[in-house]
């Protein structure tokens, strides 16, 4: 295996000089470095990838039993070693009826169960049947919880925006007061459900907010605020206590990462926004691309490409971010998602057996929606020093037809965009341009220095017909396994989140400084914004 890394690497060396637009000379290059799957359409065309390096990313994948990792994870193996679990979130969409085992026991009988009760309360609270305290109909629902039980529900529930028929959903993740503040500002306690999302029910941030939603609820509804929560844990005995009633509490199993728990009952808010057909439709898309990375072949296997790209810009081309850019409004959230989807599962440093990784995990991740990022931050991938990887998204068609003028222009921005990075315009064109707008002589060529752009940037697009409930499960699901494509080849653990736990336990600790209580245990930069901090809250009272 060190030996493709090498030879990776010396191809790098030897092809870094060649332009990517100059690849295209080859008139089968869009055909041979893209790859399709339904609607969804990869081109990863527009990268420095020739068929040799393909050819030696694809081995790379072959070195680690890829194939073999998947089969473990769609199996039910304990993969998760350092929580000794399994991961199944794809049970949660498995159409088929082939069981799946964890600890000899089938998971899909107690999945489905669940999924029919999530379905009879949502469609209950969706027709009005199931009624608020004062017997009328819920027309909002708050889901309060943060990470994995935020990120994906908020996330699907925009992109699906044109498929709601249910009541109005918002989401509150933050323990800054002011999130569940100007939330519930904007809301009538008696026509508001609220849902607890935790899958711990102890994260101090979804506590918190319940507890602040709870008086709410209880000021205008006294005793009859039962009536109008739920939740979404698998702490039942917990959920008990906050005298949520059995049947409004949907469970899952510890075999559902947080960050993948969007296809449970974690997508409860998506349920009750879109109804159980569309519900449905999304968790077909999701099967549909887990069928496709089970059995297609790895060269034209959709999320084995898009992950072994990332390898090749991360560790081979040592580009340490990439940007994702979806050209479509609803998916506007995606890049918050995908930062949590990815970097909370391949920020890692170690290997499956606690040896140091050997070499970069994890890039960051970021983006916004085009064309917005193009009025802000496009000038660095543009002419920056540091090269990005960008990665669009664009829909053939949109969800307005009345505005096909608007849609036309965001696919011509998309498709101006990377092309653009690509080809640059070379310091001659610059200097022409210089010249057309009246600069000569020795500002001439200073002007050409700034008006240039290296171009040879690398950007994959992901193509698909319109943003459906299905081809939003088939985009997901390429993500999440592209994700593991990666984990797979740096040979971490994708499924744990040790990293998040020293700053919790730190936060429990300074809560009481915060409050007054003194210290000098703590190091000078510490106490000195302690004192700045409570100095400020003493101006204020
Ligand atoms: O702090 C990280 C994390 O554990 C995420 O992995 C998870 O999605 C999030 O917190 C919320 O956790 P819970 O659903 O248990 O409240």
């Given at each position: 295996?060190?030996?493709?890394?090498?030879?990776?690497?010396?191809?790098?060396?030897?092809?870094?000089?060649?332009?990517?637009?100059?690849?295209?000379?080859?008139?089968?290059?869009?055909?041979?470095?893209?790859?399709?799957?339904?609607?969804?359409?990869?081109?990863f065309?527009?990268?420095?990838?020739?068929?040799?390096?393909?050819?030696?990313?694809?081995?790379?994948?072959?070195?680690?039993?890829?194939?073999?990792?998947?089969?473990?994870?769609?199996?039910?193996?304990?993969?998760?070693?350092?929580?000794?679990?399994a991961?199944?979130?794809?049970?949660?969409?498995a159409?088929?009826?082939?069981?799946?085992?964890?600890?000899?026991?089938?998971?899909?009988?107690?999945?489905?169960?669940?999924r029919?009760?999530?379905?009879?309360?949502?469609?209950?609270?969706?027709?009005g049947?199931?009624?608020?305290?004062?017997g009328?109909?819920?027309?909002?629902?708050?889901?309060?919880?943060?990470?994995?039980?935020?990120?994906?529900?908020?996330?699907?529930?925009?992109?699906?925006?044109?498929?709601?028929?249910g009541?109005?959903?918002?989401?509150?993740?933050?323990?800054?007061?002011a999130?569940?503040?100007?939330?519930?500002?904007?809301?009538?306690?008696?026509?508001?459900?609220?849902i607890?999302?935790?899958?711990?029910?102890?994260?101090?941030?979804?506590?918190?907010?319940?507890?602040?939603?709870?008086?709410?609820?209880?000021?205008a509804?006294?005793?009859?605020?039962?009536?109008?929560?739920?939740?979404?844990?698998?702490?039942?005995?917990?959920?008990?206590?906050?005298?949520?009633?059995?049947?409004?509490?949907?469970?899952?199993?510890?075999?559902?990462?947080?960050?993948?728990?969007?296809?449970?009952?974690?997508?409860?808010?998506?349920?009750?926004?879109i109804?159980?057909?569309?519900?449905?439709?999304f968790?077909r898309?999701?099967?549909?691309?887990?069928?496709?990375?089970?059995?297609?072949?790895l060269?034209?296997?959709?999320?084995?490409?898009?992950?072994?790209?990332?390898?090749?810009?991360?560790?081979?081309?040592?580009?340490?971010?990439?940007?994702?850019?979806?050209?479509?409004?609803?998916?506007?959230?995606?890049?918050?998602?995908?930062?949590?989807?990815?970097?909370?599962?391949?920020?890692?440093?170690?290997?499956?057996?606690?040896?140091?990784?050997?070499?970069?995990?994890?890039?960051?991740?970021?983006?916004?929606?085009?064309?917005?990022?193009?009025?802000?931050?496009?000038?660095?991938?543009?002419?920056?020093?540091?090269?990005?990887?960008?990665?669009?998204?664009?829909?053939a068609?949109?969800?307005?037809?009345?505005?096909?003028?608007?849609?036309?222009?965001?696919?011509?921005n998309?498709?101006?965009?990377?092309?653009?990075?690509?080809?640059?315009?070379?310091?001659?064109?610059?200097?022409?341009?210089?010249?057309?707008?009246g600069?000569?002589?020795?500002?001439?060529?200073?002007?050409?220095?700034?008006?240039?752009?290296?171009?040879?940037?690398?950007?994959?697009?992901?193509?698909?017909?319109?943003?459906?409930?299905?081809?939003?499960?088939?985009?997901?699901?390429?993500?999440?396994?592209?994700?593991?494509?990666?984990?797979?080849?740096?040979?971490?653990?994708?499924?744990?989140?040790?990293?998040?736990?020293?700053?919790?336990?730190?936060?429990?600790?300074?809560?009481?400084?915060?409050?007054?209580?003194?210290?000098?245990?703590?190091?000078?930069?510490?106490?000195?914004?302690?004192?700045?901090?409570?100095?400020?809250?003493?101006?204020?009272?």
């Amino acid at each position: 295996m060190s030996d493709i890394w090498q030879q990776l690497a010396e191809l790098r060396a030897k092809t870094s000089e060649t332009p990517i637009l100059s690849l295209f000379d080859d008139t089968k290059r869009f055909a041979q470095f893209s790859a399709e799957d339904g609607d969804l359409l990869l081109d990863f065309s527009k990268t420095s990838l020739d068929s040799t390096a393909l050819n030696l990313l694809v081995q790379l994948a072959e070195s680690v039993d890829l194939n073999g990792k998947v089969a473990a994870m769609f199996r039910g193996d304990p993969i998760n070693t350092t929580e000794g679990r399994a991961v199944l979130h794809t049970a949660l969409r498995a159409r088929s009826d082939a069981p799946i085992l964890v600890d000899g026991e089938d998971v899909l009988p107690g999945i489905r169960t669940i999924r029919n009760q999530m379905e009879q309360f949502a469609e209950a609270v969706r027709s009005g049947e199931i009624k608020t305290a004062d017997g009328g109909r819920f027309t909002d629902v708050i889901n309060i919880g943060i990470g994995g039980s935020d990120l994906g529900p908020a996330m699907a529930t925009l992109a699906l925006a044109p498929y709601h028929d249910g009541p109005r959903c918002h989401f509150v993740s933050n323990v800054d007061g002011a999130h569940i503040h100007d939330t519930l500002a904007n809301l009538d306690p008696q026509r508001t459900l609220v849902i607890i999302a935790s899958k711990t029910f102890t994260t101090i941030e979804t506590m918190t907010n319940a507890e602040t939603a709870l008086v709410w609820l209880r000021a205008a509804l006294g005793d009859k605020a039962a009536d109008h929560l739920a939740a979404v844990s698998t702490a039942q005995d917990k959920t008990a206590a906050l005298g949520i009633a059995p049947e409004r509490v949907f469970g899952f199993e510890n075999w559902v990462g947080g960050r993948y728990s969007l296809w449970g009952p974690v997508g409860l808010p998506i349920l009750l926004a879109i109804g159980t057909g569309n519900f449905n439709e999304f968790l077909r898309g999701a099967d549909a691309m887990d069928s496709h990375f089970q059995n297609a072949p790895l060269n034209e296997n959709l999320p084995v490409l898009l992950g072994l790209v990332g390898i090749w810009h991360n560790n081979i081309c040592e580009y340490g971010s990439r940007a994702v850019l979806p050209y479509d409004q609803h998916l506007s959230r995606l890049p918050a998602y995908l930062q949590q989807l990815d970097m909370e599962s391949n920020g890692k440093q170690v290997a499956q057996d606690g040896s140091a990784l050997p070499r970069a995990s994890g890039p960051i991740v970021w983006g916004e929606p085009g064309t917005n990022g193009q009025h802000a931050f496009y000038q660095l991938i543009h002419q920056g020093t540091a090269v990005v990887p960008t990665e669009f998204l664009i829909a053939a068609e949109a969800h307005e037809p009345d505005l096909q003028h608007h849609h036309n222009l965001l696919k011509a921005n998309c498709l101006a965009q990377s092309e653009a990075l690509m080809r640059g315009r070379s310091k001659s064109e610059a200097s022409e341009v210089a010249a057309a707008r009246g600069f000569d002589g020795a500002e001439r060529t200073r002007m050409a220095a700034h008006l240039s752009f290296p171009g040879n940037r690398p950007s994959v697009t992901i193509a698909y017909s319109k943003l459906t409930p299905f081809v939003l499960g088939q985009i997901i699901a390429l993500y999440e396994h592209r994700v593991f494509t990666e984990g797979a080849i740096w040979g971490l653990n994708s499924f744990d989140q040790w990293g998040v736990e020293l700053g919790k336990e730190l936060a429990v600790a300074l809560l009481p400084l915060v409050e007054g209580a003194s210290t000098d245990d703590k190091d000078g930069s510490t106490s000195g914004l302690l004192s700045k901090l409570s100095q400020n809250s003493a101006n204020q009272t």
